[in-house]
């Protein structure tokens, strides 16, 4: 690579800590325009295909190397309501009453799925799939600290469901959110060369909490929620209230702000002021 600078020793180094900005900086500090972003980004997919053991794709832009969506479009007068689905050591794992709500009145909703959640709900896993006004994501296989691992270690914990949902339910799996919302930039460039898409959230429900009432629940995402926010509920049992609250938020509070829930997908794909 012409004008290209040596590679230092501490460039050598990679592991968990190393960053894609400081590994293209190295390999790629003096080019500009386009050519040197595209030049930036063959570089990290070959870097990081070497480092997982994969082929590396197709090149995209390299601003989507570093890409982590926590909301959609302000333009659009819609919500996603996201429900994670981690594993559980008690009770079914499944909140019924929430899910007879949603699919009941139809509301659209994205649910995050952990592996080792999947492997103990085959039929919940079935039924969500089959409605489609919901959409499914993935969160993990055993729901582990992601930073915490390796780039190989965090390779296979992030495709363990998304393997299991393309062989055994035939189903292709684009949106991913990582356990407790932890990552590293090794997780964002994992994702991105597992052609995911990273899902977080700007509104954080916080209907584990034991200490937090339904009013309390409801007031902060009441009072929070606009146009594009991203909304994190769990529907495995673990959430206090949460049946409550989506009724109240689906039936008054949004529709008084003038919102719409709507999938993930569908509310990073609205362009207009109509979702």
């Known amino acids: 690579m012409p004008n290209a600078r040596p590679i230092s020793q501490e460039g050598k180094r990679i592991d968990n800590t190393v960053t894609a900005e400081y590994v293209m900086g190295q390999f790629c500090s003096t080019d500009s325009g386009i050519l040197a972003l595209m030049r930036q980004h063959i570089l990290l997919r070959l870097l990081f295909g070497v480092l997982l053991g994969a082929t590396p794709g197709p090149f995209v832009p390299v601003v ?3 890409q982590v969506i926590k ?20 009770g079914s794992g499944y909140d019924q009453p929430l899910m007879d709500y949603l699919i009941r009145h139809r509301i659209p909703a994205t649910f995050f799925m952990s592996g080792k959640w999947m492997a103990k709900h085959d039929p919940e896993v079935e039924h969500l799939l089959s409605l ?15 930073p915490m691992h390796d780039a190989d270690e965090q390779r296979m914990e992030i495709l363990g469901p998304v393997k299991m949902l393309q062989e055994h339910y035939a189903h292709e799996a684009t949106l991913f959110r990582p356990p407790y919302g932890e990552y590293n930039d090794v997780t964002v460039a994992v994702v991105n060369m597992l052609g995911l898409r990273f899902v977080q959230w700007n509104i954080e429900s916080g209907d584990p909490d034991p200490t937090l009432s339904a009013e309390q629940i409801l007031t902060r995402v009441a009072t929070r929620a606009k146009p594009g926010s991203i909304i994190v509920f769990h529907a495995n049992g673990k959430g206090k209230h949460t049946r409550r609250v989506i009724e109240q938020l689906t039936s008054d509070i949004l529709p008084r702000k003038g919102l719409h829930p709507m999938t993930v997908s569908d509310l990073l794909n609205c362009t207009s002021s109509n979702p």
């Open 132 to 146: 489609g006004f919901f959409e499914v994501g993935t969160h993990g296989e055993v729901h582990a600290h992601l």
């Open 71 to 90: 909301s959609g479009p302000p333009t659009c007068p819609g919500v996603a309501l996201t429900f994670d689905l981690c594993p559980v050591r008690k």
């Open 64 to 66: 989507a190397v570093a």
